[in-house]
């Protein structure tokens, strides 16, 4: 059973920088085709993709937030983090991690489970 | 970037009836398309990918179509554990957009 957990501070302040951590289980990031992205949601607002690492370490990240994202992976502690500088009131939202998942028919990978998200404000 | 567009936005209808929730692509994505479910204050759910493949586990009343730009998410009997946000997200290139999402809401 594939599950994932999101951890860091619920408050930042402006300017700081935010470290996420997604710790996961039910799989490895060793394992070909497997990814785990980052995905945040304001608040009433819709989803808005960040960043997503594969088992190869190929990076990709939201040309928008590209300057300020950093996504990494420690494989032998099942955990991917991302990591934003220069937070803003803005970037107050939940955030996700997901699991992404390869699909050997089509050859494109997938999110399929989500971890429950972590809520982040950013405030003076 | 690819611009996922989802009309409605919002939708109320009855338990019992069929909804069809519409998501369009600003390009061809052949059928890398997926739909997800949200309840309020928990995180998304998958129900569908490639456009039309079920994820294990969703119910059949669960249908999804198309290919190219334009797609369709099809409740077929609605029910009151339906009632969510509906989004649909592309995973042809990067970045991997969403659509705005459409809540569904009981009349």
């Known amino acids: 059973q594939i599950t994932l957990k999101e951890s860091g501070p619920t408050l930042v302040k402006p300017t700081q920088t935010l470290t996420l951590t997604c710790t996961f289980s039910g799989f490895s990031l060793s394992t070909g085709g497997v990814g785990v992205g980052w995905i945040r949601q304001p608040p009433g607002e819709a989803l808005e993709w960040l960043a997503l690492i594969y088992w190869d370490s190929d990076e990709h990240y939201s040309p928008s937030l590209k300057s300020r994202l950093t996504i990494t992976k420690d494989t032998s502690k099942n955990q991917v983090v991302l990591t934003v500088t220069n937070m803003d009131p803005v970037d107050s939202a939940t955030y996700y991690c997901?699991?992404?998942?390869?699909?050997?028919?089509?050859?494109?990978?997938?999110?399929?489970?989500w971890g429950q998200g972590t809520m982040v404000t950013v405030s003076s | 970037d690819i611009q996922m567009t989802q009309s409605p936005s919002s939708l109320s209808a009855s338990v019992g009836d069929r909804v069809t929730i519409t998501c369009r692509a600003s390009q061809g994505i052949s059928n890398y398309l997926a739909w997800f479910q949200q309840k309020p204050g928990k995180a998304p759910k998958s129900l569908i990918y490639a456009a039309s493949s079920l994820q294990s586990g969703v119910p059949s009343k669960f249908s999804g179509s198309g290919s190219g730009t334009d797609f369709t998410l099809t409740i077929s009997s609605l029910q009151p554990e339906d009632f969510a946000t509906y989004y649909c997200?592309?995973?042809?290139?990067?970045?991997?957009?969403f659509g705005g999402g459409t809540k569904v809401e009981i009349k």
């Open positions: 997200q592309q995973y042809n290139s990067y970045p991997r957009t």
């Open positions: 997901a699991h992404s998942t390869y699909y050997y028919g089509s050859g494109m990978d997938a999110f399929d489970i």
